[in-house]
């Protein structure tokens, strides 16, 4: 079989590609090692930045994203005795949309599906070959056990940081950056209705503690908790208790409303840098390439900018013969991964605590700062509104 783009992965990263490059009348083919259900069902993110929300509009694809989503002017911010509202569109002009990432996969998919892509769901043995020559391939044996092999003239590895294209690129031309926290979310998805409406990011002495929503009905919260933890140590009361103490803030009579939880996990929590983000006819995008914790809300946003700029470059290179962008990608995406890395670094180190009192009071201070100070919410208000693409 041959193929323009051969795309491991139909997550995000590997769908939108795929569609993006459909658009310029380019060939790809995707293969997933995961059923269709599994990937649509999958709950992951839950924030848009403002460029994704753009660029999804651009293509077509923001109808139910507008209808159904919610726009978000901001997020709160709060520690004991203090939530401080940070309004992202009076700050920055720009805003975030709450829409679920299960949602955006739906949406990519059934467009997908409607312009006839070829995508192989339940692949095993997914290799890449001579990615160094110009006559790149990618082998798997297909769901029906047939052995299969796609030639291409270029591979984009957008399957995550379990699959195979990242160990591609050569150890002598490989460089990994890498941060392990001390700590893990313990995520839990509620039919309730949020008792919020906007975020809150709350610094609590036991522990860091979120509310996000998916809908008007249902709920996503996270704790922190310690690495390790057994998700069958937390009851549904202890979660909530312990969900109503961090995100009390003691002001104005607020509580937090429990419901029934319909999913529980514990999410370890990393930073991670592969560089480059192409080695010869390989091009990785997404969580292939980087991995960062999901308190700034950046993992999805940055898959979604990695294949905006990728999608052009492929352009450039295949119809008009024009490399000069397929080999300034990996540069060019890696100034926002770096920006996003250091993001979610800060939102992730400035929320979570430690036994270390001297922390616990910088961290503070950090945030009374980030709140009171226009300076301070700006900084968090660009990006965390997302960075124009390109940035
Ligand atoms: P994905 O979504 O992991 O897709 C990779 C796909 O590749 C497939 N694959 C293979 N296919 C073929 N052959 C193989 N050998 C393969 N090995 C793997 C996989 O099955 C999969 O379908 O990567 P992609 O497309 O780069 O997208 C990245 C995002 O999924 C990820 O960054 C976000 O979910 C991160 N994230 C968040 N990002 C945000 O922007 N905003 C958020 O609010 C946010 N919250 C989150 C998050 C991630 C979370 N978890 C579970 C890590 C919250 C959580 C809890
Ligand atoms: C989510 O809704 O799952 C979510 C929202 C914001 C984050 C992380 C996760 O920073």
């Known amino acids: 079989m041959r193929t323009e783009v051969a795309i491991i992965g139909a997550g995000p990263a590997g769908l939108l590609l795929s569609h993006l490059l459909a658009e310029q009348g380019i060939d790809s083919v995707v293969i997933e090692t995961r059923s269709q259900d599994y990937v649509l069902s999958r709950i992951r993110a839950g924030i848009l930045e403002h460029s994704t929300v753009q660029l999804l ?83 798997f044996v297909d769901s029906s056990g047939r052995h299969v092999r796609i030639d291409a003239a270029v591979i984009a590895g957008c399957d995550g940081s379990f699959g195979p294209s990242r160990a591609a690129v050569p150890d002598r031309v490989r460089q990994t950056w890498e941060r392990t926290y001390p700590y893990s979310w313990l995520g839990v998805l509620a039919d309730v209705a949020p008792s919020t409406d906007e975020l809150i990011y709350a610094w609590h002495s036991d522990g860091f503690a979120m509310h996000s929503m998916r809908s008007a009905t249902v709920s996503r919260l996270y704790l922190q908790v310690p690495n390790g933890t057994d998700v069958n140590t937390w009851s549904d009361d202890r979660i909530w208790d312990a969900l109503s103490t961090r995100l ?144």
């Open 57 to 139: 509009d651009d293509i077509g694809l923001g109808t139910r994203l507008r209808a159904e989503g919610q726009q978000h002017r901001g997020i709160y911010l709060q520690w004991p005795e203090e939530r401080h509202h940070i309004d992202f569109t009076e700050l920055v002009d720009r805003s975030v949309w709450v829409y679920g990432q299960t949602e955006v996969t739906k949406d990519l998919a059934a467009a997908r599906e409607a312009a006839g892509q070829q995508i192989f769901y339940e692949v095993t043995d997914t290799a890449v070959h001579e990615v160094d020559t110009e006559s790149p391939y990618v082998s």
């Open 248 to 391: 009390g803030h003691g002001q104005n009579g607020w509580t937090l409303q429990p419901g029934p939880i319909t999913d529980k996990s514990v999410l370890p929590m990393r930073s991670y840098v592969q560089t480059p983000m192409r080695h010869g006819r390989l091009f990785l995008a997404g969580d292939a390439a980087h991995i960062v914790p999901p308190t700034g809300a950046k993992g999805l946003n940055l898959a979604v900018a990695d294949v905006a700029t990728l999608a052009p470059a492929l352009t450039a290179l295949l119809r008009k013969n024009d490399g000069s962008l397929a080999d300034s990608y990996s540069d060019d995406a890696l100034r926002r991964v770096w920006r996003c890395t250091h993001f979610s670094w800060w939102m992730t180190t400035m929320l979570h605590t430690s036994d270390d009192p001297f922390d616990a009071q910088l961290q503070l201070s950090q945030l009374r700062w980030v709140a009171g100070s226009e300076a301070g919410a700006t900084g968090l208000a660009e990006n965390y509104a997302g960075l124009p693409i390109g940035f």
